[in-house]
């Protein structure tokens, strides 16, 4: 079962939104499997530190490498170790699915300043950005990254299942959706997604993601793969 185990400070955060909708329902029929560490439960003073101060001053506070590294260890081994980081390789689609076939993920969620460079080598963590800003804690991350996973792994999303349709499939932002009703404050539905000619449809929505891409995602649209070669005969 594909198991996604996180450490935080915050373990009362989770399941949070993981536990409703899609992800939700997922995890009660034991699709997906989701445990909370307390690192502070690997503290070992009276008051539970799990930080301390920055080498070389400044402000803020740093989460400590030894308490870290004793709640990774208790995560076992076997599953990518991600750290939650604004430095980190920014999070795509292929990243997602990539994660999503393997056997899960323990995430580490970052607090305070950041936390002591040293537990990053020493237990290998791969650090994953979810955007360029940045959040006061790496919860809220984890959450983004495990949402996108599990909507991924087989039965999940069911017969909506559309995820080669989606966004960033090929490469290409998606099409415009419509529904009922056809005229909504003068604006019509765009007349060949009634048609019924399939062909059509496709042919529309294709051009309408290529457009949608080229004005808003020109990095993308240079990025994009190649259209597969045409086979003759
Ligand atoms: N001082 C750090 C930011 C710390 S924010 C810096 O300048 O890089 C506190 C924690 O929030 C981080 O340790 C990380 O776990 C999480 N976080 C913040 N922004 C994030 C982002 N864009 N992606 C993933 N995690 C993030």
Same mark, same amino acid.
């Given at each position: 079962?594909?198991?996604?185990?996180?450490?935080?400070?915050?373990?009362?955060?989770?399941?949070?939104?993981?536990?409703?909708?899609?992800?939700?329902?997922? #995890?009660? *029929?034991?699709?997906?499997?989701? *445990?909370?560490?307390?690192?502070?439960?690997?503290?070992?003073?009276?008051?539970?530190?799990?930080?301390?101060?920055?080498?070389?001053?400044?402000?803020?506070?740093?989460?400590?490498?030894?308490? #870290?590294?004793?709640?990774?260890?208790?995560?076992? !081994?076997?599953?990518?170790?991600?750290?939650?980081?604004?430095?980190?390789?920014?999070?795509?689609? $292929?990243?997602?699915?990539? #994660?999503?076939?393997?056997?899960?993920?323990?995430?580490?969620?970052?607090?305070?300043?950041?936390? !002591? +460079?040293?537990?990053?080598? $020493?237990?290998?963590? /791969?650090?994953?950005?979810?955007?360029? &800003?940045?959040?006061?804690?790496?919860?809220?991350?984890?959450? $983004?990254?495990?949402? $996108?996973?599990?909507?991924?792994?087989?039965?999940?999303?069911?017969?909506?299942?559309?995820?080669?349709?989606? %966004?960033?499939?090929?490469?290409? #932002?998606?099409?415009?959706? &419509?529904?009922?009703? /056809?005229?909504?404050?003068?604006?019509?539905?765009?007349?060949?997604?009634? %048609?019924?000619?399939?062909?059509?449809?496709?042919?529309?929505?294709?051009? +309408?993601? +290529?457009?949608?891409?080229?004005?808003?995602?020109? !990095?993308?649209?240079?990025?994009?793969?190649?259209?597969?070669?045409?086979?003759?005969?």
């Amino acid at each position: 079962m594909w198991a996604a185990s996180v450490l935080t400070i915050f373990p009362e955060m989770f399941p949070g939104p993981l536990g409703l909708s899609l992800a939700g329902k997922a #995890l009660a *029929n034991g699709v997906w499997a989701l *445990n909370t560490i307390d690192i502070r439960d690997y503290a070992t003073d009276r008051h539970r530190s799990v930080d301390d101060t920055p080498a070389g001053g400044g402000p803020g506070m740093v989460m400590k490498a030894d308490v #870290l590294a004793r709640a990774i260890d208790a995560a076992g !081994d076997g599953r990518p170790r991600l750290l939650m980081s604004p430095r980190g390789v920014p999070l795509t689609q $292929a990243r997602v699915a990539a #994660l999503a076939e393997g056997p899960g993920v323990v995430a580490v969620c970052g607090r305070f300043e950041g936390i !002591d +460079e040293r537990v990053i080598e $020493a237990r290998g963590l /791969q650090e994953v950005s979810v955007g360029d &800003y940045v959040l006061s804690g790496g919860e809220i991350a984890a959450m $983004a990254l495990i949402d $996108a996973c599990v909507r991924l792994l087989p039965g999940v999303m069911g017969a909506e299942a559309s995820a080669g349709e989606e %966004s960033f499939a090929a490469g290409l #932002l998606e099409y415009p959706q &419509y529904t009922r009703p /056809q005229v909504f404050e003068g604006r019509p539905i765009p007349q060949v997604l009634l %048609s019924g000619d399939h062909a059509k449809v496709a042919a529309f929505r294709r051009a +309408e993601a +290529e457009r949608l891409t080229r004005e808003r995602r020109p !990095d993308l649209w240079t990025a994009r793969p190649a259209k597969p070669e045409k086979t003759t005969g």
